[in-house]
């Protein structure tokens, strides 16, 4: 592979941010404590993500895959996965959130997808257990560590949140939108700014010169 993207799932697929969303639904007290922290980056991603996860039984799992299920993919996505499909590009997804979650969204397209790496978790007991993975010093799944796995001439990556910071600044070009784009201005770190996949799309064609 000379090329690959790396594509957030939580807020950049998904049109919301879905697993915050869930979080809020399913674990509101915590989430309400916890979150913000985050945001703020007084507190890592891997620390409030595990307590918030761990807080929910695992039996509310069927109901949090229904709540996740009706959420809307970005405009643009099938049509930049049949660019990248001809340009025989692959796509991988890297999500701080849950792989079951990940899956039920981009069940229509898991075919087209090279890889999916995400948070999986331990139903057996009473309360959701995060299994060991990708895990970094500041989160659960090291997208750089994830990126890292890869030997290509090339890597991009398209993300939208605090979640996808280190991968962002681990990469020569990022398409960054809301508080990723925010948080890279602070850090004067250059990126391509996009609403919708259509956008990355036709970036990429000029970009590649294709």
């Known amino acids: ?12 697929i998904t049109a919301e941010e879905t697993f915050v969303a869930v979080l809020k639904e399913f674990a509101p007290s915590l989430s309400a404590k916890l979150i913000p922290q985050m945001y703020a980056l007084k507190l890592t991603l891997r620390e409030g993500v595990q307590q918030i996860l761990e807080s929910i039984p695992s039996s509310r799992m069927g109901d949090i895959l229904e709540f996740t299920r009706a959420k809307l993919i970005r405009p643009g996505f099938v049509e930049l996965l049949d660019f990248l499909d001809f340009q025989g590009v692959p796509l991988v997804v890297v999500s701080g959130g ?3 979650m990940v ?3 981009l069940e229509p397209h898991l075919g087209r997808i090279h890889a999916i790496h995400a948070v999986k978790v331990d139903k057996s007991g009473s309360y959701l257990q995060v299994l060991p993975g ?13 990126m890292d796995g890869y030997a290509v001439n090339e890597k991009i990556a398209i993300g939208d949140s605090v979640t996808d910071l280190n991968m962002a600044q681990a990469v020569p070009l990022v ?3 809301d ?3 925010v948080l890279l201005d602070e850090r004067q770190r250059s990126y391509v ?6 956008e990355v799309r ?5 970009y590649w010169k294709v």
Do not use: H, S
């Open 1 to 12: 592979m000379k090329r690959i993207i790396f594509c957030d799932f939580d807020g950049t």
């Open 175 to 177: 398409f960054a939108r």
């Open 179 to 181: 508080r990723l784009a």
């Open 103 to 105: 899956e039920v969204v």
């Open 202 to 206: 036709d970036y990429l064609v000029g």
């Open 134 to 146: 990708y895990e970094g010093k500041t989160e659960l799944v090291d997208k750089v560590q994830v």
């Open 193 to 198: 700014p996009w609403n919708d996949f259509l």
């Open 98 to 100: 849950l792989r079951e």
